[in-house]
């Protein structure tokens, strides 16, 4: 599966932003999907992810209540929707997916074979 991540940019702090993220190849159906985020000299950090499409949603505690994860009914697109941004949110956005994902690897990218190729959120203050 090839992974197509867009809908990054520049917003002021408080405002929103839809990331998608679409496949190609195969769909996201029984398969972890989950967006990563990377500041630069950081490591690569778990945003939200969807446990085998139409689960539960899983997100770090730092984006709950601002941030939902979806994908849409054909599950070839993921999707980030952003509200109430920060300054500490700017960073790269990846989105991945990999089927073979346990729940327990859920926020581990090293559990992710397939991943889109980054998209950028800058938060202004």
């Known amino acids: 599966v090839q992974l197509q991540a867009s809908g990054g940019g520049l917003v002021q702090a408080g405002g929103s932003l839809r990331l998608s993220c679409a496949a190609s190849?195969?769909?996201?159906?029984?398969?972890?999907v989950a967006w990563f985020r990377q500041a630069p000299g950081m490591d690569r950090k778990f945003v939200a992810a969807?446990?085998?499409?139409?689960?539960?949603?899983y997100y770090t505690d730092s984006v709950k209540g601002r941030f939902t994860i979806s994908t849409d009914n054909a599950k070839s697109t993921l999707f980030l929707q952003m509200n109430s941004l920060r300054p500490e949110d700017s960073a790269v956005y990846y989105c991945?997916?990999?089927?073979?994902?346990?729940?327990?690897?859920?926020?581990?990218?090293?559990?992710?074979?397939?991943w889109g190729q980054g998209t950028l959120v800058t938060v202004s203050s």
């Open positions: 190849g195969r769909t996201f159906s029984r398969s972890a």
């Open positions: 969807i446990f085998r499409t139409g689960d539960k949603t």
């Open positions: 991945a997916t990999d089927p073979s994902v346990i729940l327990s690897s859920l926020a581990s990218p090293t559990a992710y074979g397939y």
